[in-house]
């Protein structure tokens, strides 16, 4: 049974705890969300309808076809839209659109290419020491030859050695290793990165060694260090220039007053 003083965290906790200490507080301490982004709303709702595809291709080895595909992600776009404050960086109209081009560029370029042999899979696992903490995480999709695959919707391109050293994916490594038993083939990047008025919507698979015992190492020493820092009220701002917050924040305003 879980402690209720055990935390549990997520990658993304993680990175935002190694982005700004003062952040996390903000977020997880005192439980203040930022309204997301109409780019964070087209993510959700593309990743929405390809787990969708890929959960029912674990048996029927076929894609959906795109008008159903588009029906998942206009499914998942409404309920978001309706429980949620968005922040739109576009015209509303050109925003949903930028998502159906990204569905249809991934039907014909990558999904063809992936079997699945898991949809979100659920991971967690536990540690005693230095405090007691867990960490746990979904795995978007394993392919029928073991690879990791997190799917991510982008502005512009990833570089081309991102699934080599990214965080989210040693995370994912780290987590498929202690729940599987076994060390995957390797980790994979699938980015669909948006078009613009001069420029068609494209796709990128970019695949990762699976991680060495160093890297795991370091990797767990991390989690650890934060988990002990979280536990013990360590909570500084990471602006760089220690008088001024950082205008891109989303707790810029809060922060000013900190
Ligand atoms: S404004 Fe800067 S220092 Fe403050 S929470 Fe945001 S990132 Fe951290």
Redesign the pocket.
């Known amino acids: 049974m879980e402690n209720k003083e055990k935390h549990i965290f997520s990658v993304s906790q993680m990175r935002m705890y190694c982005r700004?200490p003062?952040?996390y507080y903000?977020r997880y301490c005192m439980g203040v969300k930022v309204p997301p982004s109409s780019s964070m709303l087209v993510g959700k709702s593309c990743h929405k309808a390809i787990e969708e595809n890929n959960r029912q291709k674990i048996t029927s080895r076929k894609d959906l076809v795109i008008s159903d595909l588009i029906d998942h992600y206009c499914t998942e776009y409404n309920k978001t839209l309706g429980q949620e404050e968005v922040k739109f960086d576009d015209d509303p109209g050109k925003v949903k659109d930028s998502g159906i081009g990204l569905l249809i560029v991934y039907l014909q370029k990558i999904a063809p290419k992936v079997q699945p042999i898991a949809v979100e899979e659920h991971c967690c696992i536990s540690f005693d020491s230095p405090v007691e903490y867990g960490f746990q995480g979904y795995l978007d999709l394993i392919t029928e030859q073991n690879y990791i695959v997190d799917t991510k919707t982008a502005g512009k391109k990833y570089s081309d050695d991102a699934a080599q050293y990214d965080l989210q994916l040693t995370a994912y490594d780290v987590l498929y290793r202690t729940t599987r038993g076994k060390i995957p083939a390797g980790v994979q990047f699938h980015v669909l990165v948006k078009g613009s008025a001069r420029k068609e919507p494209t796709v990128q698979i970019l695949s990762g060694t699976t991680r060495t015992e160093r890297q795991i190492s370091r990797f767990l020493k991390t989690l650890a260090l934060i988990a002990q820092s979280i536990k013990s009220g360590i909570f500084y701002?990471?602006?760089q220039s220690i008088v001024k917050?950082?205008s891109y924040?989303g707790?810029?305003d809060l922060?000013k007053k900190w």
Request: hydrophobic content about 25%.
């Open positions: 700004c003062l952040q903000w701002p990471n602006d917050p950082c924040c707790y810029f922060c």
